[in-house]
């Protein structure tokens, strides 16, 4: 989870081992990537997401990428604080995210790409209609029934 990196000092070296270790176990991994808002204030987002997901590529096999691998953009300053990247933003790093994955593996254009940071009944539909979002990483909104219906039919109507 991308809060590991910023308040338990989960570092690369951390990060690739639990990645491991999890896929060699069979499991499906989805790994959180995203940035903190003075990175983004210094417009550095784009290049420390991609790079959280280039220190994962020497322990990822291409096998794993196709079947065990899903990325969640959400970024730091957007977790359980009611902000959320404008669904133009989710897009623009969302497609960032997909062009580097297609640099990374050749499952690059089939991995699940799934968007986190406030998502709630109310941006889901905008959200859910981006090309490069595949889903939603839902955090408080899922304690609500209705709400958390809300946001699953967004996502189902749109993919």
């Avoid at 491991?20 to 940035?35: K, P, S």
């Avoid at 987002?45 to 990325?71: G, H, M, R, S, Y």
Wanted: aromatic share 6%; proline share 3%.
């Amino acid at each position: 989870h991308s809060e590991r990196r910023d308040i338990f000092g989960d570092n690369v070296e951390i990060l690739k081992a639990k990645l491991q270790n999890a896929l060699n176990a069979g499991l499906t991994v989805i790994y959180c990537v995203g940035e903190s808002l003075e990175q983004r204030e210094q417009g550095q987002a784009e290049q420390v997401v991609l790079q959280q997901i280039c220190d994962i590529a020497p322990v990822v096999t291409a096998e794993q990428w196709q079947n065990q691998v899903v990325i969640a953009y959400e970024p730091i300053w957007a977790i359980g604080t009611g902000k959320t990247a404008s669904p133009q933003d989710a897009q623009a790093m969302h497609a960032k995210i997909r062009e580097g994955l297609r640099q990374l593996t050749s499952a690059g254009s089939s991995i699940a790409i799934l968007y986190g940071g406030s998502v709630k009944a109310e941006n889901a539909v905008e959200l859910a209609a981006c090309p490069d979002i595949n889903g939603a990483l839902v955090g408080g909104a899922s304690l609500n029934g209705a709400s958390f219906y809300q946001i699953v039919q967004a996502f189902a109507q749109s993919k």
